[in-house]
Each structure stands twice: as structure tokens, then as C-alpha cells.
């Protein structure tokens, strides 16, 4: 079945540090992938997203890859700010709508 | 302004009994979901909607129910019969259309003791 792994964390940076959250998957066709961010006691929301292969997309610095070649969907950031501490959420579209998440990766930007 | 509202925002609940959630959304939005979430985990789909009148079970739908009765409102509620109630429940609404994201309410946190 579909399937998606990030990289484990938490991950902990000093603000304007550069960023990487890894997140492969499994899938068969071509479904859409997404990055969500949850700030804390908060729900989900989208971040970005990518809907074919080579797509970037992009959102407050953060930007992703759609890697067909290598069934990723890396999420970067080239200076990360204290405001940007949060989990973050890989996602790709199953059939019907669903969307299958990645475990989430906790993110701590000091200052 | 266009959203989804999950009320109450947290939830205090004897064991054995049955509680329900509230989520409605005024997006216009054919499809609604029902998440769990524990501690360090990611998301776990519990039960989710197309179009009124039906449902489908998620991934780990026992010791749940949900109702489709209106477009805008899709209740959960957690039965005695879950074993470990305990969590935070996220509702989602989305368009039934391919790629289009899904939106996200601000969660219950249940508690049962």
C-alpha cells in the first residue's frame, strides 16, 4: 500500500540555519504531494504542494521537489526563523481524496 | 470567513462513556475526515465522507461512529468500546477533486479517566 517516510527528529537548528526534512514514498501511479505544517495545540495546514513529477512547490521560503526518479519530496528552507519551530507533515494523495501522512518531523529553531 | 470549527476545543470524559465531536465546515466542501493523533505520531484516518448519507471506516475505525446528515456537519463520536479514547481529533474538510489539499480544523483534545 502507499506509504510515507520522513526522516526521523526532532530536529534542532539555530535561526537562520539552513534546513532539510527528508520524506520518501511509496505509491503506485502518480498521486500528489504535500507538506503540512502544525503549530503547537493547533491542527494541520497546508504548507505545500506538488502535483506531477519536477513540480516545486513553494511557500514562505519553504520550498520541494517532486523527484519521481527517487520517489521524494524533500522539504528546504535556506534560513530558518524561531517562528518556524513546529512539526511538519509529509503527505501524498491516495485514491479518493485520502491523504496518507508521514509520522512528522519536530522542528526547534533557537535563537 | 470560510472554515472548519471543531467545538469543544478540550473534552474531559468519564470511562464508559460515549462522547461526541462536533466538526462543521462552511467551504462548501463535498468530503470531511475524521483523524486521530497521539503523542509523536503522525496522522490516523478513523472514518471519512464523500457526499452526505455515507461513510466509509479508515484505518482504525473500531470503537467509533460518524453521521453524515448535512453537507456542512460530520459529528465522531468515541463509544466505550475504544480502548484508548485519549487523544487529539482533527477534522478535515476537502473538494472531491483531484490534488486539492485539505483543510484542517483546530482539534478536540479528549481526555477519558
Known amino acids: 500500500g502507499d506509504s510515507v517516510t520522513q526522516m526521523e527528529g526532532p530536529v534542532t537548528l539555530s535561526e537562520e540555519a539552513f534546513l532539510t526534512i527528508n520524506c520518501t514514498y511509496t505509491?503506485?501511479?502518480?498521486?500528489?504531494l504535500f507538506w503540512y505544517v502544525q503549530y503547537p495545540g493547533e491542527g494541520l495546514q497546508l504548507l505545500l504542494k506538488a502535483t506531477k513529477a519536477d513540480d516545486k512547490g513553494s511557500n514562505k521560503g519553504f520550498e520541494a521537489t517532486y523527484r519521481k526518479e527517487t520517489t521524494s519530496f524533500h522539504l528546504e528552507k535556506g534560513s530558518v526563523q524561531v517562528s518556524d519551530s513546529a512539526v511538519y507533515f509529509c503527505?501524498?494523495?491516495?485514491?479518493?481524496?485520502?491523504?496518507?501522512f508521514g509520522e512528522g518531523t519536530q522542528l526547534t529553531v533557537n535563537p | 470567513d470560510g472554515g472548519i470549527t471543531q467545538s469543544p476545543k478540550y473534552l474531559f470524559r468519564k470511562e464508559g462513556q460515549n462522547v461526541t465531536l462536533s466538526c462543521e465546515q462552511n467551504l462548501n466542501h463535498d468530503a470531511m475526515y475524521w483523524y486521530r493523533q497521539d503523542p509523536g505520531q503522525g496522522l490516523r484516518l478513523i472514518y471519512y465522507?464523500?457526499?452526505?448519507?455515507?461513510?466509509q471506516k479508515g484505518d482504525i475505525a473500531e470503537g467509533y461512529s460518524v453521521s453524515r446528515e448535512k453537507k456542512e456537519s460530520f459529528p465522531l463520536t468515541v463509544t466505550s468500546a475504544q480502548k484508548n479514547p485519549t487523544a487529539f481529533y482533527l477534522c478535515?474538510?476537502?473538494?472531491?477533486?483531484?490534488?486539492?489539499?485539505?483543510?484542517f480544523g483546530p482539534g478536540t483534545r479528549l481526555t477519558v479517566t
Open positions: 465522507s464523500q457526499i452526505v448519507n455515507d461513510f
Open positions: 503527505a501524498l494523495e491516495t485514491s479518493g481524496s485520502r491523504l496518507t
Open positions: 505509491a503506485t501511479g502518480y498521486p500528489s
Open positions: 478535515a474538510s476537502s473538494r472531491m477533486v483531484a490534488s486539492y489539499e485539505q483543510y
